[in-house]
């Protein structure tokens, strides 16, 4: 009997060493992760709080995936918690990781990391203005922060009072979507000045421009406050020159995004739509249907029109991402990381 | 119904003598001497927590997480804590304070870091059907913590304080008195604790050794109780009060050099309970109303959010027993409960009716015990008439010393109203979850001269039907459906060993669970989750606590070991197994025959581990704590 006791104890006793510390990841692909011109980068969101997220190269003429790029290439365990988008400009890639508060900067060509940008609050979209000046919107911190791109810092910010999401550059001004108030912010990026904010529908969520120079913003109406709306601005002069409204009050369209040429919109709203420009009303059918599918990302290819869209499928696995041809007929699909939100086309 | 093919056959074949309450000769022979709560039926697997073990804790979380085979789930030391048994979720783990239900009526759940272990008793652990006995909603089991109420102790008080690293400061005061016909008790405790440890930050590439921050804890609670003893019955009141405020820290992903982070928590509980039980020599009663009065505020003033909410719950239960005679028992317990919440997350307040209505027959055989119950279940509108239970316990030797217990049963867990209402995304189509559970388990003891060995083997099966999750809908809302299909099924083991060796008492009490819990739908053609192992449920764990006592000391080791667990569905991820070890002495004086003084040293995490419990959470690595108690009965 005593025997039978000590030796329990003696095998319970003593522990095992261990070596893994932190989450590991059991099949991380080790393919080919160095950029080229045309490749396709996933923005994987992954879970708010568990520092799942990453980015994914796919290679459309190889039609090969590499998961988890910046982790491997770095040799870290995470990129970040929440990656919400990614920008590529001189030379750089810059994830913005929403939940970690600050901006992780990457060359372009191998993912090796070259700075991190901290003190933020809640970072959302990215837009370089010049060499040495971007932005950065903000879901909480009521402003949009002002980044030096030659040391990396935060060297001012501009108070805006609301949750600011996409944003783009044209003819020396910012349009800036405001999601709290519904407006489009104008903003002079000489003297970071909010010059004019605008009406627009609920929740302005993307925006986009065209080959006319007019202005596309999406309005996901919110939580069935409001119709969804697409709108047509002309930056010139300040004006909507045309709004078109989704008459289910439940759909909340969003992912505007437009084509390399200008003239072709596309946007999720369950279903991928596709819509010219000069359309007079939004398109009665789907582009592609989503079928099973629960689509989160949308990309389009600016080469040569390929449509890529992702299904997040329980939100706690690696998402799958289809590609399509500029027809509308499906190429291929492929796993990536968790979470796949967006999608940037290396150029 | 695969539950029942594997396990009825069984179960018709024991059963076809009748039914009996495994417990009532042992009721019989005490009630005529002091009125005594019942235990559930003995064909179910109930643990009673170790007395030291609850002692020696400082919290609940702790306390399961050192010595019992459930799953305890903690977002750091001070944070949120909830537990989970054989591979279900938090959800679907009751637990009942002195017999009442605390499960939030908002998520369902209850915070395990808001319960100190001196407010506590004795602790109880039912596992699987057993968990139905006590209500509903308890799919994987249910966590009993009662206080006791002992008359003739005179005067009696416990004046404790603990220091410990990270300035943590414990104090705990208890004074009572009691008479044949009285029975008083007032409670006290404070505990304040920074959190303030060193970690090795793994999310940077340099992996900095970094302190925690904004991790401050204060805890304070008040606990009453007045107890009236009459001829044959007792009359009672319990209060209990507890105040929360917590700074939330970050995980390590967020980049902390320049951001001063600011998410508080604050949680305040008012709990009563009123009580008059009593016995007639046919008939054993317990009546109770009780009161929880609950609120939580989330705060991150540097974000501006700022989100409040409220429960109320009122619960009135009558519970009976008949004894036909001392073999044969009939039990009826009728469920009142009212449930209303109110929070920022709902556009108005809700309430609703949350009944049940159990009835069961019992019996006894010379070596049999068998019961066999039905509880019908209102909650708002629906209701549900068939929630069923058949367990059976069966002496194999005449010593008594080799027992088979099995059972079965059907139950349900109500959709809560977060599920329901959550603006926007509640869905108020939602059906209950339903668990269809089985168990088998193998009780035997031996004792050969000074030496005790009690061990237990339990295989448990589980199938989940309409599990709740939520998920993002097409338009981006986050919602809750019945998606999900799991099985659970695995295995629980149990050693406990009492022996002495010259003046050295020795014991060991360890436990080993193997859980395989699937997910078994499909939410398309490209979901990898199905046949995997669901996220967050170890494979396996082990725990065992060793003791030694020689003279007035006593030693303890506690080991415990959390397997690897999956942290996405497709089992892509996971955490790395941890293991840890925990050593405490003490000393007990005692000063005079009334008055002893404890002098308590521990060590927690002993071989300076670093490990997370959940993903880029900080853990502590070795702490200290010293406890000295002065007890005066």
């Keep these: ?347 | 119904m695969s539950v029942f093919s594997k396990i009825l056959p069984l179960v018709v074949l024991l059963l076809w003598q009748g039914f009996v309450f495994a417990q009532s000769i042992d009721t019989v022979q005490i009630k005529t001497v002091e009125v005594i709560d019942e235990k559930p039926p003995e064909a179910y697997k109930v643990v009673e927590l170790d007395s030291v073990a609850i002692h020696q804790a400082t919290s609940l979380s702790e306390l399961l997480n050192n010595s019992s085979p459930i799953f305890v789930k903690t977002y750091g030391s001070g944070s949120l804590a909830s537990v989970s048994f054989r591979g279900t979720g938090a959800s679907h783990t009751s637990v009942l304070w002195n017999g009442i239900v605390l499960n939030s009526p908002m998520n369902g759940q209850v915070d395990f870091s808001l319960f100190p272990t001196p407010f506590i008793d004795n602790a109880e652990l039912n596992f699987g059907a057993s968990g139905l006995v006590n209500g509903t909603g308890a799919l994987g089991g249910s966590v009993s913590l009662n206080n006791t109420t002992t008359f003739n102790k005179g005067f009696f008080s416990t004046l404790q304080q603990s220091v410990g690293s990270f300035n943590n400061y414990i104090s705990n005061f208890k004074l009572g008195y009691s008479n044949q016909q009285w029975f008083t008790e007032t409670q006290l405790y404070l505990n304040t604790n920074d959190h303030n440890f060193e970690y090795t930050n793994i999310a940077f590439k340099e992996q900095p050794r970094i302190t925690q921050q904004n991790a401050k804890t204060k805890q304070y609670g008040l606990q009453q109780a007045i107890f009236r003893r009459f001829k044959k019955s007792q009359l009672g009141v319990r209060f209990w009060y507890f105040n929360s405020d917590r700074q939330l820290p970050t995980n390590m992903l967020v980049n902390n050099d320049v951001n001063t982070q600011n998410e508080t928590q604050a949680d305040e509980s008012f709990r009563g309970i009123l009580e008059w039980k009593g016995f007639t020599s046919k008939f054993n009663y317990k009546i109770t109303t009780a009161f929880l009065k609950d609120k939580l505020i989330y705060n991150d003033s540097l974000s501006n959010i700022y989100s409040e909410s409220n429960t109320q719950v009122i619960d009135n239960k009558i519970n009976g027993t008949f004894y036909l005679n001392n073999q044969f028992q009939i039990k009826n317990i009728v469920s009142i409960r009212h449930e209303q919440a109110k929070a920022d997350g709902f556009n108005e307040s809700h309430q609703r009716f949350n009944n049940h209505w159990l009835f069961g027959v019992s019996k006894q055989f010379k070596r049999l015990d068998a019961t066999l119950f039905n509880r019908l279940i209102m909650v708002a509108d629906k209701i549900q008439p068939i929630a069923p239970s058949v367990g059976v316990q069966y002496n194999v030797l005449k010593r008594n010393n080799l027992k088979i217990k099995a059972n079965t049963a059907i139950n349900y867990n109500y959709p809560t109203f977060n599920d329901l209402y959550w603006a926007a995304g509640g869905n108020s189509d939602l059906k209950p979850e339903k668990s269809e559970m089985a168990e088998l388990g193998l009780n035997y003891t031996i004792s050969h001269q000074k030496t005790i060995i009690n061990t237990e083997l339990t295989g448990f099966y589980s199938h989940v039907y309409d599990w709740i999750i939520w998920l993002p809908t097409a338009s981006s809302i986050w919602s809750p459906s019945n998606l999900r299909e799991v099985e659970n099924k695995g295995l629980e083991y149990n050693l406990k060993v009492k022996t002495t060796y010259q003046k050295l008492n020795l014991t060991f009490n360890g436990n080993y669970a193997y859980t395989l819990s699937t997910n078994l739908k499909a939410k398309n053609d490209y979901d990898n989750s199905v046949n995997k192992q669901l996220i967050y449920v170890p494979y396996h764990q082990i725990n065992h606590t060793f003791g030694a006592a020689i003279k007035n000391f006593y030693l303890t080791y506690n080991y415990n070991y959390t397997g690897k667990r999956f942290m996405t569905t497709d089992n892509n991820w996971y955490l790395p197994p941890n293991f840890i070890s925990n050593v405490s002495l003490s000393k007990t004086v005692k000063l005079n025959p009334q008055t002893k003084l404890n002098v308590g040293f521990k060590i927690n995490n002993i071989f300076n581990q670093d490990y997370q419990a959940i993903a880029w959470r900080a853990m502590p690595g070795r702490n200290y704590l010293i406890t000295l108690t002065l007890q005066f009965n």
């Design chain 1, 1 to 347: 009997m005593k025997q039978l006791f000590y030796t329990i104890l003696i095998l319970l006793l003593f522990s095992c060493k261990k070596d893994e510390l932190g989450p590991q990841c059991v099949n991380c692909s080790e393919e080919d992760s160095n950029t080229e011109v045309a490749d396709v980068l996933i923005v994987n969101e992954g879970n708010f709080g568990w520092g799942n997220g990453s980015v994914s190269l796919y290679k459309p003429n190889a039609k090969t995936i590499a998961n988890n790029v910046y982790q491997q290439a770095n040799s870290v365990n995470t990129l970040g918690d929440v990656i919400q988008s990614a920008y590529q400009f001189n030379g750089s890639i810059y994830a913005i990781a929403n939940n970690s508060n600050k901006v992780e900067v990457m060359n372009e060509s191998n993912f090796q990391s070259i700075a991190t940008i901290t003190g933020f609050n809640s970072p959302r979209y990215f837009l370089p203005i010049n060499n040495s000046k971007a932005y950065v919107t903000d879901l909480y911190s009521n402003s949009i922060q002002v980044v030096n791109l030659t040391n990396n810092t935060i060297s001012s910010s501009i108070s805006v009072g609301c949750w600011t999401e996409e944003l783009l550059l044209h003819n020396d001004t910012v349009y800036v979507c405001d999601m709290t108030n519904n407006n489009l912010l104008i903003i002079n990026p000489s003297n970071n000045t909010l010059v004019d904010s605008i009406k627009l529908g609920v929740e302005p969520n993307s925006i986009i421009k065209d080959n006319n120079n007019k202005l596309w913003i999406m309005c996901g109406g919110g939580m069935s406050e409001d119709n969804g709306k697409l709108i047509k601005f002309n930056p010139q002069t300040r004006t909507i020159e045309a709004t078109f409204v989704f008459t289910n009050i439940a759909n909340s369209p969003s992912k505007l995004t437009i084509n390399a040429t200008g003239d072709n919109l596309y946007f999720a709203n369950t279903n991928i739509y596709k819509m010219n420009i000069n359309d007079t009303s939004l398109p009665s059918s789907a582009f592609i249907t989503s079928n099973t599918n629960v689509f989160y990302g949308l990309g389009v290819d600016p080469i040569n029109e390929e449509i890529y869209v992702a299904d997040a499928i329980d939100y706690v696995q690696n998402g799958i991402v289809f590609r399509y041809s500029s027809s509308g007929n499906l190429i291929d699909q492929f796993y990536v990381g968790i979470i796949p939100g967006e999608f940037l086309f290396i150029e």
